[in-house]
């Protein structure tokens, strides 16, 4: 089965920015969806944003539209979240995933592969 690995994540202080990688073990990139998504302690996994590789625009959580952002390098076979003007709100762990499908989802439940997440923290 692909294997996601991320990487990148830290503490930054409020207005600061990351960006996250995620590394594929095999290139299936632009045959899939990609997604990040995000789970703070206590509260349920959340959609953060999704890009298909066959074309379209990506898709944004309403609370990290114009200050986050999805792309992929598909030679490297590794997807980024560039996150600017960070927010404390913004701390969780972050996961990145893949979907076997060319139809974006906003849903945890649609991916079909998972890294094992990275630590974000956001100080004010």
């Known amino acids: 089965q692909v294997q996601l690995v991320e990487s990148g994540g830290g503490l930054v202080q409020a207005g600061g920015s990351l960006r996250l990688s995620c590394a594929a073990s095999?290139?299936?990139?632009?045959?899939?969806?990609l997604g990040w998504f995000r789970q703070a302690p206590g509260k349920e996994r959340e959609f953060v944003a999704a890009s298909s590789w066959s074309g379209g625009s990506p898709r944004y959580q309403d609370s990290v539209k114009g200050r986050f952002t999805i792309s992929g390098d598909n030679a490297k076979n590794t997807m980024y979240l560039q996150m600017n003007t960070l927010k404390p709100e913004d701390t969780a762990h972050y996961y990145c995933?893949?979907?076997?499908?060319?139809?974006?989802?906003?849903?945890?439940?649609?991916?079909?592969?998972w890294g094992q997440g990275t630590q974000v923290t956001v100080s004010s």
């Open positions: 095999r290139r299936t990139f632009s045959s899939y969806i």
């Open positions: 995933a893949g979907r076997n499908s060319r139809h974006l989802s906003t849903r945890w439940d649609d991916y079909d592969y």
